[in-house]
């Protein structure tokens, strides 16, 4: 077996396949046989993606994989970039324990309906994660979309109701925005490959028209991405949702938004300095409210929903300012906040009257340092990358202000933490199953700013992303 | 509440205005081709043989995006029935019999014209999508006008088919061509109804997979859900 | 000017018509109506602009199917806006 | 041009009604509307003056109207009516919770019956 047999492409055709066949699954075994296909193709998927992983490490400037044989930009691509696949790798983990925790659920009926979601929500993410190509994004982005509405939903309760229809009216109007920008991109540029586009660019230059393009792009991945005020579906949505389905969100949609956004403004457009300013204000601004809504919770979930923003515009920051320590932190601060939040989500729906359950303890501690970016964990790096960006470009006001919001979120976190952590009731073994693992691979992750080939990993991560600025 | 109406118009109004101008003033309305554009005018019907420009590009140059597309036509699927489950057991009504004798006659022409369209899809305008949505339009008509139930499982068994037999064509092309959704059949010759190697093939799966789906998905919004 | 162009651009404002009605009518049976003509309209524009293909999926899904969910929904939900 | 702003205008149009409106069902219909002034503008955008449709003719050698946005756009409409009918069957269970389809009276009734964590 050779590394060539690491296709992104052999794994979504497969996929795409098994989802599709469902109903006969069904019909075949019924909601036992569903289940276990399900489970087998998300081990298989984790495994074939780290893979994958591997192989993008030996492409520095990112894996081209041709789709029907056609050279780009004619035909579609995947650029895979080892960012994207270690991303796509952990949707594909979460989605697993997401269904290993679902086993217990018996209110989610029909069942191979959800497990069809489950597994497109994370297919649509990794397809965000790979193309190459702006239109092909914009569908895998209708795909993940439309995955999460449906999941939100799917509890035909009178809370995800609620939450799902502002959420669906919201992302509606943001996919508009995004069709929009794309005639706008298209008409001037004359081309869809991404690369193709940005070459183009360079000789162009940023005309009014492509500055509309940008902000177009930002509000159509603002909505998923979870930018403010473009987020203020997610607070409720993140209240009432049931949590493995929450956890799909922080690690897949929201990621993948966040991704796509990365992909648009660094790799397209070239972080136009024109914009810079704007653009880290705007994810200031998210952080901000982020934590001052967080402190004033009282109701944990709805607490960790703003927490998630708030890391959301951290991230958001990292990315728009575009120079290689702040997308060094982003990725940084993107795993960490899968871990620890996905974690803590899953906790949450465990939490009785008295506290989380005792034999999750040590996970909740993973979950809480990590949600703080405690010193062991890589998110601890993240910020501190973020900050030795922030301080290099000068931008010494936007340095304190996120100090003095990270001091907010430790308070709040730490409040939780005292009167979570004396709980004494149990979680399930299934159900425990899923946080323990995080806990374990966050666990893992310690050691990776101790090994030397980690940094030198960090600087593959961020190799298809540095190149010289459009304007 | 009158300035909220006001401040809407006077966003629509300049959305609409800055939008337009630089439209415009950069991509002048009645251009030149793309780069792109040029491409496929010169090369699809030497790359890919079939005359149909769109189809070409449809299913061969951006076939990823259209399995993608039937993918999103499966999620509204799985979502309304998902949200609005289907009852079994309602009562059904006697049509009157004109109306029976009318849909007897109409139905089957419309879905010719369905299957004529998905034929020739590679050839002349039209293809999986538009016979999928007459096909869907006519079993639409059906359930309307004798309010008669289908059997949405014989659906969901020809769309997963379908969608699987999309999919793995795809597949097979990474092990026979190298690349996914290489189209590895013969070409053929230009205008020929069996021509364009696998486009035929995967734009009929496209046709079959999204007339189920459609169907499905107007069969739960018209009935699905238990009304409490 | 020629005919036909005349004729496309009386559609365009026909069409503007009755996006705003559809935008400002109190009876959604009515504004999915116009809706639906709206892309209808549209699709006889996309003949225009040299787009068949495109033109027969906007009549068949957009001027047909989109209105019948629509109306589904609107008879199972309501006819009237409040306000 | 004037397709342009026709375009533009329906997009406007839907907007305006996603601003101001209150029932979902009436957001929706403008949110399709904003859907067809999408695939207005971006078939506009491939226009070419004088040419033909992009399907080659025995004989005939005229030139084409740029064919890729008139792909993107089929995919656009279908992708289109997909969301519509998902958001719709939300709408109806918002219907069958709530009673009701005026978005205030639906968020007055969640914020009426919760239980303090708003």
């Known amino acids: 077996m050779t590394l060539k047999f690491f296709d992104p492409m052999l794994m979504i055709g497969i996929s795409l396949a098994i989802v599709f066949l469902m109903p006969i699954w069904r019909a075949l075994g019924g909601k036992k046989l569903a289940w276990a296909v399900s489970v087998l193709l998300y081990a298989f998927n984790t495994l074939f993606m780290i893979g994958v992983s591997y192989r993008a490490t030996l492409y520095p400037e990112g894996l081209i994989v041709k789709i029907g044989g056609f050279n780009p930009p004619f035909g579609i691509v995947l650029h895979v970039t080892f960012w994207g696949a270690v991303l796509s790798t952990f949707v594909w983990f979460v989605a697993f324990l997401s269904i290993m925790y679902a086993s217990t659920r018996n209110d989610a009926e029909p069942a191979y309906v959800y497990y069809s979601l489950l597994t497109l929500i994370a297919l649509g993410s990794t397809g965000m994660f790979l193309t190459g190509d702006i239109f092909n994004l914009f569908v895998f982005t209708e795909i993940t979309a439309l995955a999460a509405f449906g999941l939100s939903a799917f509890m035909k309760k009178k809370e995800t109701a609620y939450a799902t229809i502002k959420y669906i009216i919201m992302a509606e109007v943001a996919s508009a925005f995004l069709l929009v920008a794309i005639a706008l991109l298209y008409g001037k540029l004359g081309t869809l490959n991404m690369l193709d586009a940005h070459q183009t660019l360079k000789t162009v230059g940023m005309t009014g028209a492509m500055v509309l393009s940008v902000l177009f792009f930002l509000i159509g991945y603002g909505v998923e991405a979870e930018i403010f005020p473009l987020n203020l579906w997610a607070p409720d949505v993140y209240r009432y949702v049931p949590e493995e389905v929450i956890a799909l969100f922080i690690s897949g949609s929201s990621k993948a938004a966040a991704f796509a956004w990365l992909r648009m403004w660094v790799m397209v457009f070239g972080v136009p300095q024109k914009m810079l300013q704007v653009m880290l204000w705007i994810g200031i601004v998210t952080f901000a409210f982020a934590e001052v809504m967080a402190y004033s919770q009282k109701n944990f979930r709805r607490a960790l929903g703003y927490a998630s923003l708030g890391q959301a515009g951290l991230v958001f920051v990292a990315i728009s300012l575009g120079s290689e320590l702040a997308l060094k932190a982003a990725f940084l601060l993107m795993l960490n906040h899968i871990l620890s939040e996905t974690i803590l989500f899953y906790i949450a729906g465990n939490i009785g009257e008295d506290g989380a359950p005792a034999n999750v303890r040590i996970p909740l501690v993973f979950g809480f340092l990590g949600a703080v970016s405690m010193p062991p964990f890589i998110g601890f790096w993240g910020k501190i990358f973020l900050f030795m960006a922030l301080a290099k470009a000068g931008y010494w006001v936007m340095f304190v202000l996120i100090a003095l919001f990270s001091i907010v979120e430790i308070a ?25 693992m995080l806990t374990l691979v966050s666990f893992a992750m310690w050691f990776l700013p101790l090994i030397p080939k980690a940094v030198n990993l960090l600087d593959i991560v961020i190799k298809p992303f540095i190149q010289k600025g459009v304007m | 509440m009158r300035l909220k109406y006001i401040l809407a118009w006077i966003f ?37 043989g079939i005359p149909n420009f769109v189809t070409a590009i449809v299913v061969s140059y951006r076939g990823f995006d259209t399995l993608g597309e039937v993918t999103v036509l499966l999620l509204a699927t799985l979502g309304v029935i ?63 006008s004798l309010s008669a139930h289908l059997d949405l499982e014989s659906f969901a068994f020809t769309e997963s088919i379908a969608g699987a037999g999309f999919a793995l064509i795809g597949v097979a092309g990474i092990f026979a061509g190298g690349a996914f959704l290489y189209n590895f059949l013969p070409k053929g010759n230009l205008f020929d109804l069996f021509s364009g190697g696998i486009i035929p093939i995967v734009y009929i799966l496209i046709g079959l997979k999204v007339s189920s789906e459609l169907t499905e998905v107007v069969s739960h919004m018209m009935k699905g859900g238990a009304e409490q | 000017m020629t005919i036909v162009n005349l004729l496309i651009y009386v559609l365009m404002g026909l069409m503007i018509v009755m996006a705003i009605i559809a935008a400002e009518t109190k009876n959604l049976l009515s504004a999915a109506i116009f809706s639906g003509f709206i892309s209808l309209v549209v699709s006889m524009l996309f003949v225009y602009l040299q787009a068949p293909d495109v033109a027969m999926a906007e009549a068949a899904i957009g001027a047909a199917l989109s209105l019948a969910i629509i109306l589904f929904a609107i008879k199972r939900t309501g006819e009237v806006e409040e306000k | 041009m004037m397709f342009y702003i026709a375009a533009l205008s329906l997009i406007g149009i839907g907007l305006y009604v996603v601003l101001t409106k209150k029932n979902l069902v009436k957001v929706l219909i403008g949110i399709s509307i904003a859907d067809s002034g999408v695939n207005l503008l971006l078939i506009s955008v491939g226009y070419l003056k004088n040419g033909t449709a992009p399907i080659l003719e025995k004989g005939l050698n005229k030139p084409m109207v740029d064919p890729v946005p008139q792909a993107l756009v089929l995919t656009a409409i279908v992708i289109g009516v997909a969301t519509l009918a998902l958001a719709m069957s939300v709408v109806i269970d918002v219907k069958r919770h709530f009673g009701t389809v005026e978005l205030d009276k639906v968020i007055k009734m969640m914020r009426g019956g919760d239980n303090g964590d708003a």
């Open chain 1, 412 to 436: 709040y976190m730490y409040k939780w933490f005292v009167s979570l952590y004396k709980g004494t009731g149990k979680m399930e073994l299934v159900r425990s199953f899923s946080p323990i």
């Open chain 2, 12 to 48: 629509v109004i300049l959305f609409v205005g800055v939008v337009a101008y630089s439209l415009q003033t950069e991509v002048p309305f009645g251009h030149d081709l793309t780069k792109l554009a040029k491409y496929y005018v010169d090369n699809t019907a030497r790359e890919t």
């Open chain 2, 82 to 144: 998902g949200i609005l489950p289907w009852e079994k057991h309602k009562k059904v009504k006697k049509a009157h019999p004109v109306l029976l004798w009318g849909i007897r006659i109409v139905f089957p022409i419309i879905l010719l014209v369905g299957v004529y369209i998905v034929i020739h899809g590679h050839l002349t305008p039209g293809g999986g999508f538009q016979a999928g949505a007459v096909v869907a339009s006519a079993f639409l008509l059906y359930m309307v």
